[in-house]
């Protein structure tokens, strides 16, 4: 969560790539990877995560997604639960 909070690509392939739980929730707010890289707008790092697998339906404790935790238009239609996964990770790959 650390490493997609603050945008670190990198880190998050390494982590992923050696089994750290994608969909994980922190203690405190049950907020995803993917949660963390929306609130802090790293627009690479939620396409990232979505190729990656992590879940759009994950929910906080307040029982919040992603798309619930953004006010930014171009996030919202990156999360946009009505997207395939074809058109996110296409997206991905154009940036």
Do not use: W
């Not at 919040?64 to 996030?75: E, H, P, Q, V």
């Amino acid at each position: 969560m650390y490493a997609a909070e603050r945008g670190m690509d990198d880190l998050v392939c390494l982590l992923v790539q050696h089994k750290a739980p994608i969909d994980d929730h922190d203690q405190i707010h049950g907020k995803t990877a993917l949660m963390f890289a929306t609130v802090n707008h790293h627009k690479t790092t939620v396409e990232l995560l979505l190729s990656l697998g992590a879940k759009l339906t994950a929910t906080d404790y307040e029982g919040r997604t992603a798309y619930d935790l953004t006010d930014s238009t171009l996030l919202r239609k990156i999360l946009n639960p009505q997207r395939s996964l074809l058109e996110r990770i296409s997206t991905f790959f154009k940036s």
